[in-house]
C-alpha cells in the first residue's frame, strides 16, 4: 500500500469550472498536509499547508481535512488555464523516520 | 526574501564519478531537505540537516550523503555515479524542518549519468 495515493488524471476541467483534487494517506500519526504545484521543468512550489480538521480557504483554493477518514482534498474555484499543472500531495510522516512523503501528483488540464 | 538557490542546475557525469550538489536555504531557516525526483519513483526523500547534522535519513544506499555548513547551506554528494542516479535532485528548506514548518523548493540540479 503506498503512503500517499493520488489519481494521476488527467483531471481536465473547462476555464471557470472547481477542480477538485484528492488523496488518501496511510500513516495516522500523520498531523501536518501540504498540496504543492509543479508545472512542467519546473520545481515544486507550495500552495497550501492544512494541519487541521475542516477546512483552510486561501483566495480560489481550498484544502479540505478529514483524519478519521485519512483523507486530504484540494478544491480550485474559478480554474484558469494557468492552473494547469501537476498538483503533489505531501504528508508529514513519522513512520520509521521523520519526513515528508508524497504522493505521485494528480495532472491538472484545464481547457479554455 | 530570496528563495532557496541550488547550484549547479545542470549536470552530465560519467558512470562511476561522484558529484556535488550546493543548497542555500532562504534565510533564516535553518532546515535543508533533500529529494531526489524521477518519473518513475516521484520525488523521495533522501536526508534532512538542521544545525550542521544529519537529523532524518530515508531509503537510498551510502553513496548518497550530505552535510550542512554553519550558515545551514547545504551539500549533496553522490559517489560512484550509476545511470539510475539521473534524476531531478531539488532541496527544500525550512524554518525548523519538523512536520508543522512548511518546505520551500529551490529549482533543483537535473543530474545526467551516461
Known amino acids: 500500500q503506498k503512503e500517499v495515493e493520488q489519481n494521476s488524471g488527467p483531471l481536465s476541467v473547462p476555464e471557470g469550472a472547481i477542480a477538485s483534487l484528492n488523496c488518501t494517506y496511510s500513516?495516522?500519526?500523520?498531523?501536518?498536509f501540504f498540496w504543492y504545484r509543479q508545472y512542467s521543468g519546473k520545481s515544486p512550489e507550495l500552495i497550501m499547508f492544512?494541519?487541521?480538521?475542516g477546512d483552510k480557504e486561501d483566495g480560489r483554493f481550498t484544502a479540505q481535512l478529514n483524519k478519521a477518514s485519512q483523507y486530504v482534498s484540494l478544491l480550485i474555484r474559478d480554474s484558469q488555464p494557468s492552473d494547469s499543472a501537476t498538483y503533489l500531495c505531501?504528508?508529514?510522516?513519522?513512520?520509521?523516520?521523520?519526513?515528508?512523503?508524497f504522493g505521485t501528483g494528480t495532472r491538472l488540464q484545464v481547457f479554455p | 526574501k530570496a528563495g532557496v538557490t541550488q547550484t549547479p542546475r545542470y549536470l552530465i557525469k560519467t558512470r562511476g564519478q561522484q558529484v556535488t550538489l550546493s543548497c542555500s536555504p532562504i534565510?533564516?531557516?535553518?532546515?535543508v531537505s533533500w529529494y531526489q525526483q524521477t518519473p518513475g519513483q516521484g520525488l523521495q526523500f533522501l536526508f534532512e540537516?538542521?544545525?550542521?547534522?544529519?537529523?532524518n535519513k530515508g531509503n537510498f544506499p551510502g553513496r548518497f550523503s550530505g552535510r550542512q555548513f554553519s550558515n545551514s547551506r547545504s551539500e549533496m554528494n553522490v559517489s560512484t555515479l550509476e545511470l539510475g542516479d539521473s534524476a531531478l535532485y531539488l532541496c527544500?528548506?525550512?524554518?525548523?524542518?519538523?512536520?508543522?514548518?512548511?518546505?520551500?523548493f529551490g529549482p533543483g540540479t537535473r543530474l545526467t549519468v551516461t
Open positions: 492544512i494541519y487541521s480538521n
Open positions: 500513516d495516522r500519526g500523520s498531523q501536518s
Open positions: 540537516y538542521f544545525s550542521e547534522t544529519q537529523r
Open positions: 534565510s533564516g531557516h535553518r532546515s
Open positions: 527544500a528548506s525550512s524554518l525548523e524542518g519538523q512536520g508543522d514548518y512548511e518546505q520551500y
Open positions: 505531501a504528508v508529514w510522516s513519522f513512520y520509521n523516520t521523520d519526513k515528508l512523503i
